[in-house]
């Protein structure tokens, strides 16, 4: 049995019966395939059955569409061996995630420098 991290809290998905995830959001040993039961584990810790129901593919990525099952203790998902020789990543931000959001940070910070700069020679007698 597969454990998957998805990044959400238990409280985002105990609000829905579906969750629709790209793979690069996902912590997964491999490609999930339609019909596979897996147990996913949420930010929280806790842990859920779950079901693919089916797939979706983009130019650049695969959506898995995924039915969201019942809570379960962490000991049956031991039980049901989600955690043989799992790996303790969870690769839910890569370092290119963090250089994009660096870098549009810098931007805004400077789009917003050159309004105020802008402004201020604006508000200036002549």
């Known amino acids: 049995m597969d454990l998957v991290d998805v990044p959400a809290s238990t ?16 912590g997964a ?3 999930l395939e339609p019909g596979q039961v897996v147990v996913l584990r949420d930010l929280d810790g806790h842990h859920r059955w779950a079901a693919v129901d089916g797939l979706r593919f983009t130019d650049t990525e695969t959506i898995y569409e995924i039915q969201l099952g019942h809570p379960m203790p962490v000991e049956r998902a031991v ?18 995630d963090v250089a994009r959001m660096l870098e ?18 604006h508000l200036r007698p002549a």
């Not at 985002?12 to 996902?26: A, F, G, K």
């Open 29 to 31: 040993r491999r490609p």
């Open 79 to 96: 039980e049901v061996g989600a955690y043989d020789d799992r790996p303790r990543t969870r690769p839910f931000l890569r370092g290119s």
């Open 104 to 121: 549009g940070l810098r931007e805004q910070q400077e789009r917003a420098r050159a309004d105020v700069l802008r402004r201020r020679a």
């Open 11 to 26: 409280q985002q998905l105990d609000q829905h019966e579906h969750l629709d995830v790209p793979h690069r959001l996902i």
